[in-house]
C-alpha cells in the first residue's frame, strides 16, 4: 500500500489531492429508494466485481474471492472431518448420460449450455457444459462401489458451473457462471444418508450465521420446489427485506434411491445381498456473497463482516500542517505490525496523492469493518482513533490497549451486524391465516408464514393468483421449527385443514 513518495515532504506538496466533499466516490443511488441500481452500483464501485462482455457473466476481483476463500477454508476443514474428500470432475458431459434421469434434465434442460463446434467443424455429438455434476459424476460411482466396504463414498470439488440464465442476471445472485462446491456422497442405509443432509445443512447455517452475519431459516422445500430427481431437499433461507425476496441461500439433498437405480449403483451388503445405495448431494454458491452484500450494504457501499473481510482494520494517516509527519507515519507502521501479529488483517493507506477524507470514503465504500486515524493529537496523547463502518461510532483507544481494544471492537461489530439483520428481518415476517391477509402482507413485501395443507395443486394455484410485475410468490420453506398447530387450522389458499406451517414469498 505505502507509495515510494509517501515520506518525501516534496513529492507530497506536489501530488497533494484536495477533495472537500469526497465528490466521485459517493454512490448515485440509495438502497431504500432504488436498490436494483444502488446494488448495480456497489458491486462496482466497492471492488467486488466487473462487469464483462458476455452478458450474466461476471470477473470477481479479489475483493470478493478473498471472502469466497475465507468460506471455503472452513467448510474445507469441516467437510475433511467428516471424512468428505475432494476430487475434480470434468466440465463436460455427454447428451446421452445428461438425459438418463428424466425429472433431473427437465429441471435444468432450459439452462444447459452446449458446446456445438471445435474450430470450424461441427461436433459429431453436442457436448453439455454442467449444469450439476449428478449425472457426470454417477457412472462412475457405480464402477467404484461393488460391496458394503466401499461405502460411504464421500466426494466433493470446489468448481465452477454454467448455467444460461435468461431473466434478470444479477451479479453473484443469478448468473450465467457460478462458483461453488458440490458433494455428492453414497451410503448403505437412509439413516446415514438423512443425518449428513443436516450435518451440511448446519455447515450452511454457519457459514451465513457466523461468517456473513447473515440470519437464516432451516427448512424443507416443497415438492414442487425440492431438487429435480430427488427424495427431498432441505435449505436455509435467507431473506432481503429491501426487496422483500428470500433467497434459497444453500441446499442440502436427499436423492434417495433414483438415481442409484438410473445408473446401477449397487452393491453387496453384509448378508452378501444386492442392495442400491442411498445418496446425498449438496452445494453453496457465490451467490452467499450477493445475500451479504444485499443485507448488509449501505448508502456508503459495502459493508463487510470482519470475519469475512480481507482487510478488517485499515490505518490512516492524519498529517496537519507543521505536524510531525514522520512520527504519524512511524506510529501507523507501530500499529499495522502489533495487530497482524496478533492476526488482525490491517494496512495503511499512505498515499500522499489523496486527502484523508478522500481515503475515508474509499474505505468505506469497500466495507472495511474498522478504520483508525492517528493524527497529531493522538500521536501526542499515545492513543488512536477508531471508527466503526457498521454505525460509524468513534472512539479513541489508548496505544497501550490497542490489540484488545480492535479485538473486542471487531468481534462486536460482527455480532451487532447480526443483530441488526435479525431484527430487521423479524420485523418483515408476518403470520396469517386467510388468503386476504396474504396478499395484503405480500403487497407489503413481507416474508409470510401460513398454515398449508400442503398439496402441490394448492402450491400452483398460489403461484398463479400471484403473478404479476414483481413476480409470483411460492413456498420458499417448511421450518424445521414448527409453530403449535391448533387442530382444526385451515390451509390459507385452499380452506383444507391445514398439514404444517410453511414461509412464503416472492424470491429471486
Not at 184 to 206: C, I, M, Q, S
Not at 455 to 480: H, I
Request: aromatic residues 12%; contains cysteine.
Amino acid at each position: 500500500m505505502a507509495s515510494k513518495g509517501a515520506n518525501n515532504p516534496a513529492a507530497k506538496g506536489k501530488k497533494k489531492k484536495e477533495v472537500k466533499k469526497e465528490t466521485g466516490l459517493g454512490l448515485s443511488y440509495k438502497k431504500d429508494e432504488n436498490f436494483g441500481e444502488w446494488y448495480s452500483e456497489v458491486v462496482v464501485n466497492g471492488e467486488m466485481i466487473e462487469y464483462y462482455d458476455i452478458s450474466g457473466c461476471y470477473i470477481l476481483r479479489p475483493w470478493a474471492m478473498s471472502i469466497w476463500e475465507v468460506m471455503q477454508t472452513f467448510f474445507d476443514a469441516e467437510i475433511k472431518k467428516m471424512k468428505i474428500k475432494n476430487c475434480y470432475f470434468p466440465l463436460f458431459v455427454s447428451s446421452s448420460v445428461l438425459q438418463k434421469e428424466k425429472d433431473h434434465i427437465e429441471g435444468f434442460a432450459p439452462e444447459v449450455a452446449w458446446v456445438t463446434k471445435s474450430g470450424d467443424s461441427e461436433l459429431e455429438m453436442p457436448i453439455a457444459i454442467r449444469p450439476t455434476s449428478e449425472t457426470v459424476m454417477y457412472p462412475y460411482f457405480s464402477k467404484w462401489i461393488r460391496g458394503h466396504r466401499d461405502l460411504p463414498l464421500r466426494l466433493n470439488q470446489w468448481c465452477n458451473v454454467v448455467r444460461w440464465e435468461f431473466s434478470n442476471p444479477t451479479p453473484f445472485i443469478r448468473s450465467r457462471e457460478f462458483l461453488w462446491q458440490e458433494g455428492h456422497t453414497a451410503f448403505a442405509t437412509k439413516e446415514e444418508a438423512d443425518t449428513e443432509v443436516l450435518d451440511v445443512l448446519e455447515l450452511y447455517r454457519r457459514i451465513y450465521e457466523e461468517f456473513l452475519a447473515v440470519p437464516v431459516i432451516k427448512g424443507k422445500k416443497s415438492e414442487h420446489e425440492k431438487f429435480a430427481g430427488g427424495l427431498y431437499t432441505t435449505t436455509v433461507e435467507a431473506f432481503v427485506p429491501n426487496t422483500g425476496r428470500g433467497v434459497q441461500g444453500a441446499t442440502s439433498h436427499c436423492l434417495g434411491q433414483n438415481f442409484a437405480k438410473m445408473f446401477e449403483i449397487n452393491f453387496e451388503n453384509e448378508k452378501g445381498e444386492k442392495s442400491m445405495v442411498w445418496q446425498n448431494s449438496w452445494a453453496y454458491t457465490t451467490r452467499t456473497i450477493g445475500v451479504m452484500i444485499m443485507v448488509h450494504g449501505d448508502d456508503k457501499g459495502l459493508v463487510l463482516p470482519p470475519k469475512v473481510a480481507s482487510l478488517q482494520v485499515v490505518v490512516i494517516p492524519v498529517p496537519y500542517k507543521d505536524a510531525n509527519t514522520q512520527g504519524i507515519f512511524d506510529a501507523c507502521a507501530d500499529v499495522i505490525k502489533s495487530l497482524e501479529e496478533a492476526g488482525i488483517r490491517a494496512e495503511a493507506d499512505y498515499r500522499d496523492n489523496y486527502s484523508p477524507g478522500w481515503k475515508y470514503s474509499h474505505w468505506e465504500m469497500k466495507g472495511v469493518p474498522l478504520r483508525i486515524e492517528i493524527g497529531p493529537k493522538d500521536l501526542a496523547n499515545n492513543q488512536v482513533r477508531v471508527v466503526r463502518r457498521d454505525n460509524s461510532a468513534k472512539s479513541d483507544i489508548p496505544m497501550a490497549d490497542l490489540v484488545k481494544g480492535v479485538t473486542d471492537m471487531l468481534d462486536n461489530i460482527q455480532q451487532s451486524l447480526f443483530d441488526a439483520a435479525t431484527q430487521k428481518r423479524d420485523a418483515c415476517i408476518h403470520t396469517v391465516h386467510t388468503w386476504e391477509e396474504f396478499a395484503e402482507a405480500l403487497g407489503q413485501k413481507k416474508m409470510i408464514l401460513a398454515p398449508w395443507c400442503d398439496e402441490e395443486e394448492v402450491e400452483k394455484d398460489v403461484k398463479t393468483r400471484t403473478k404479476g410485475e414483481m413476480g409470483a410468490a411460492k413456498s420458499l420453506c417448511t421450518p424445521f421449527d414448527q409453530p403449535a398447530l391448533p387442530e382444526g387450522t385451515l390451509c390459507f389458499a385452499s380452506g383444507k385443514p391445514a398439514k404444517k406451517w410453511t414461509y412464503w414469498g416472492r424470491s429471486y
